[in-house]
């Protein structure tokens, strides 16, 4: 267990819908990144928030969003879902410091019909 | 950019034997290297990094890495293959607090 939880593990919806992904970051840490695993895509970086600021943004659509709240736990909003929206969503928490390594959660598989 | 290429798809390997997955980095100054595992329906797990000292990098598991400059490769060894090792890994380098994952390789180690 690696200390990082996300909520839901599995989501179903349909196009053009809203979702909300949920992550709490393992206790102390302070910055909190976001990935998107697909098959053909593999593991891609989409955003980080360190400390409720955004760090660094990636290959994130604008239909996404993302926010970090005073307590650290963040939320990933996704809108007018598509069908190439579904995929593994993980969120994963390091402590600030360059070469950190960063501790994943189990993911929120989200499948969009 | 960065990048991290995992030349092989999958690796075999019978159990018992020795086990290589390979990654090599692009050069852009001093390298943070990564390796991950992932189980099926599970988030990664991280096994061992390199960031500066000895090249030869002992991890989790049994899992050890050793980083090469001349040739920009952090290959991941470990000396006998279990067959509980049979994953996906990654491999990844961080620049400043972002990661640049490879694309993974799928290890099967056969009984």
């Known amino acids: 267990d690696s200390g990082v939880t996300q909520t839901p593990k599995h989501l179903i919806t349909a196009t053009g819908q809203r979702v909300t992904l949920r992550c709490s970051p393992r206790s102390g840490d302070l910055s909190v990144y976001w990935y998107q695993q697909s098959l053909d895509q593999g593991l891609q970086f989409l955003i980080q928030y360190y400390n409720g600021e955004e760090r660094a943004k990636g290959n994130i659509l604008e239909r996404f969003s993302a926010q970090q709240f005073p307590d650290l736990h963040s939320e990933l909003n996704l809108s007018s879902l598509e069908l190439g929206d579904s995929a593994l969503y993980f969120c994963?928490?390091?402590?600030?410091?360059?070469?950190?390594?960063?501790?994943f959660g189990p993911g929120t598989r989200l499948t969009v019909t | 950019a960065q990048s991290v290429a995992q030349p092989e798809d999958q690796v075999n390997v019978a159990e018992g034997n020795p086990l290589t997955v390979k990654c090599t980095y692009s050069?852009?100054?001093?390298?943070?290297l990564f390796w991950y595992v992932q189980y099926p329906n599970r988030g990664l797990q991280f096994l061992l990094k390199y960031i500066t000292g000895d090249n030869l990098v002992k991890g989790s598991y049994g899992f050890e890495a050793e980083f090469n400059k001349s040739q920009t490769s952090f290959h991941l060894k470990k000396p006998s293959a279990l067959v509980s090792d049979s994953a996906l890994y990654f491999c990844?380098?961080?620049?400043?607090?972002?990661?640049?994952f490879g694309p993974g390789t799928r290890l099967s180690v056969l009984p």
């Open positions: 994963a928490s390091s402590v600030e410091g360059q070469g950190t390594e960063q501790y």
């Open positions: 990844a380098d961080a620049y400043g607090q972002n990661f640049v």
């Open positions: 050069v852009s100054g001093n390298p943070y």
